[in-house]
């Protein structure tokens, strides 16, 4: 696969992460790629941070905005989605870096009709701090140091840090949504289309991702894995609020009862609304 793929990074106020996040979109060795920061709402820092790393990356970084009414990652990546001009996209979130190899190994495993789950480090709250603090570059840590970061209780994990060649064995659950998540997460624009993106009904934390996945298994596209390939590094956050999290599992076993392929708001009412 050869075409531009996009990568969307979803944000929201939280620019010493982002940075982070893109300066190791900035080491990549596949350069065939764009960046969309999908901003749910930040201030003016955002904005500015999106343009200076439009320079140093040296591809084309655009910022999309959305006045800020609470969480509504939803809409902002299809508002993303829009402005993007790849055919394959990628969606991360603002708070996980990626290793240079991360939009190629993507790209390695993109194939027609399927969509591809990454998995993720966690960092601890400590580690994180001191990784920003620091500006310390965990993209770019050995082996070894990732095994001694994780003996000492720093990360949660090693899977996503380690490659290994599963070949088909990525195709072993082809129709599951359950513990797909949008941070890591690459899907064809073609698909996008046919089902009319991010539902943004989805506001507030939650489910929002699970729908698409849903509503894609019912378009006829499949799940492929991702793991040990394309695993993200996932900074520490507080947790989110949960408030809508009920209403929005709710909206997704309505959406898997009724079988339903296309987002009841999703990317063409955005792309038919004036301006």
């Known amino acids: 696969m ?13 620019e010493d992460a982002l940075e982070a996040v893109l300066r190791s979109l900035g080491r990549q060795t596949d350069g065939n790629f764009e960046v969309i920061v999908a901003d749910d709402g930040s ?5 500015a941070l999106s343009h200076f790393w439009q320079g140093k990356i040296g591809r084309r970084v655009a910022h999309v905005w959305q006045e800020d009414r609470g969480f509504r ?8 989605v829009l402005e993007a001009r790849g055919t394959y996209c990628i969606f991360l979130d603002g708070d996980c870096l990626v290793r240079p190899n991360f939009v190629a190994a993507h790209r390695g495993i993109a194939e027609l009709g399927w969509f591809v789950t990454g998995n993720r480090v966690l960092l601890s709250r400590e580690e994180t701090e001191r990784v920003l603090r620091e ?3 965990p993209e770019r ?6 095994l001694a970061a994780r003996l000492s209780g720093r990360v949660n994990r090693l899977s ?3 490659q290994v060649p599963l070949g088909p064995l990525r195709k072993l659950r082809p129709r599951a949504w359950q513990g797909a998540r949008s941070c890591n997460l690459a899907i064809w624009r073609s ?5 009319d993106g991010f539902d943004a009904d989805y506001a507030g934390w939650g489910k929002e991702d699970s729908d698409l996945i849903v509503r894609l ?4 596209a499949r799940r492929k894995d991702g793991n040990f390939a394309v695993g993200v590094i996932h900074l520490w956050h507080p947790e989110a609020d949960r408030e809508k999290l009920n209403e929005n599992e709710g909206r997704l076993a309505d959406a898997i009862q009724a079988n339903r392929v296309r987002a009841r708001r999703g990317l063409s009412g955005l792309a038919q609304a004036p301006g």
Do not use: F, K, M, Q
Request: proline fraction near 2%.
């Open 2 to 14: 050869t075409e531009l793929i996009s990568v969307i990074v979803t944000t929201y106020r939280r």
């Open 43 to 47: 201030g003016p820092a955002t904005a």
């Open 73 to 80: 990652a939803a809409e902002i990546r299809n508002r993303a």
């Open 135 to 137: 500006r310390d570059e």
């Open 141 to 146: 840590w050995s082996l070894l140091r990732w």
């Open 160 to 162: 996503a840090v380690l």
């Open 191 to 195: 698909d996008l289309l046919r089902v």
């Open 217 to 220: 298994l019912h378009a006829g």
